[in-house]
């Protein structure tokens, strides 16, 4: 869309869509509430040659350049999922939605935790992690700040 390439972005929608309602149900099938979360974490690798190749269609954007800049997204994402997936295996047995809660928590902050020590430790690149940071104190800034 940014690009004035409205129809690539609708051909990715629909795609995607159909791809993750595939995926979700097959997840739900597969192991319940805690497949439908798994799926949502399999759906876009499923995806990735596609949607790397619409990119390429819009502009002009080597492979190496672009794990260059989601590499920590990837490398986070794994240790995520290293993490959750060995919590799954110790918690003691649970309603569904429980152990979904515990596991979602876990995972988001083991994600959140391993991208922004992966950013520090890359000397701290221009990218989204210090976008949300610098918008994180800007609102910490505004929300504390004393009145004259």
Not at 31 to 57: C, D, E, H, S
Not at 85 to 110: C, H, K, M, N, Q
């Amino acid at each position: 869309m940014a690009v004035g390439k409205p129809e690539l972005a609708t051909v990715a929608f629909i795609i995607s869509a159909v791809l993750r309602i595939t995926v979700l149900v097959g997840g739900y099938y597969w192991n319940g509430l805690i497949g439908v979360a798994q799926a949502t974490v399999i759906a876009p690798m499923i995806g990735f040659p596609f949607y790397y190749f619409l990119l390429r269609k819009v502009i002009d954007l080597d492979l190496r350049t672009y794990f260059r800049s989601i590499w920590r997204s990837i490398a986070a994402s794994v240790l995520m999922f290293l993490a959750v997936s060995w919590l799954d295996g110790i918690l003691p047995v649970l309603p569904e939605a429980i152990r979904l809660t515990v596991l979602t928590l876990t995972g988001t902050a083991f994600f959140v935790g391993a991208q922004l020590i992966l950013w520090r430790l890359s000397k701290c690149p221009v990218g989204a992690e210090a976008h949300v940071l610098a918008l994180a104190r800007e609102r910490l800034n505004a929300r504390y700040r004393c009145a004259p």
